[in-house]
Nanobody, 125 residues
Framework: QVQLVESGGGLVQAGGSLRLSCAAS????????MGWFRQAPGKERDIVAA????????YYTDSRKGRFTISRDNAKNMVYLQMNSLKPEDTAVYYC??????????????????WGQGTQVTVSS
């Protein structure tokens, strides 16, 4: 069983940056597709970015392209989300997720079978 713990959230002004980290334990995630999701109050959880097992391929939703960067360090069992030029609409709880059966870029929520507890990101205007 994989445990995922997110960190790095907080309060930041619009235009600022945050780097989220996801620490995995219990098993190596080196063969897993990984993703970051967000859930704003009253809204469904949706994908922000995804990365394949090696880090060679990534996916971003259109609103995050050029602002967010997903990366991973398999030696450290870590996944990261660098968020730049943050906007108030980026405010949400951000979740790290693992798709243990899929090693490619996974964008379908139901394919992720391990989830962290989330970290709050608040962007003030």
């Amino acid at each position: 069983q994989v445990q995922l713990v997110e960190s790095g959230g907080g309060l930041v002004q619009a235009g600022g940056s945050l780097r989220l980290s996801c620490a995995a334990s219990g098993r190596t995630i080196s063969s897993y597709g990984m993703g970051w999701f967000r859930q704003a109050p009253g809204k469904e959880r949706d994908i922000v970015a995804a990365i394949n097992w090696s880090g060679s391929r990534t996916y971003y939703t259109d609103s995050r392209k050029g602002r967010f960067t997903i990366s991973r360090d398999n030696a450290k069992n870590m996944v990261y989300l660098q968020m730049n030029s943050l906007k108030p609409e980026d405010t949400a709880v951000y979740y790290c997720a693992a798709a243990s059966v899929f090693s490619g870029v996974v964008v379908t929520t139901k394919r992720f079978d391990h989830w962290g507890q989330g970290t709050q990101v608040t962007v003030s205007s």
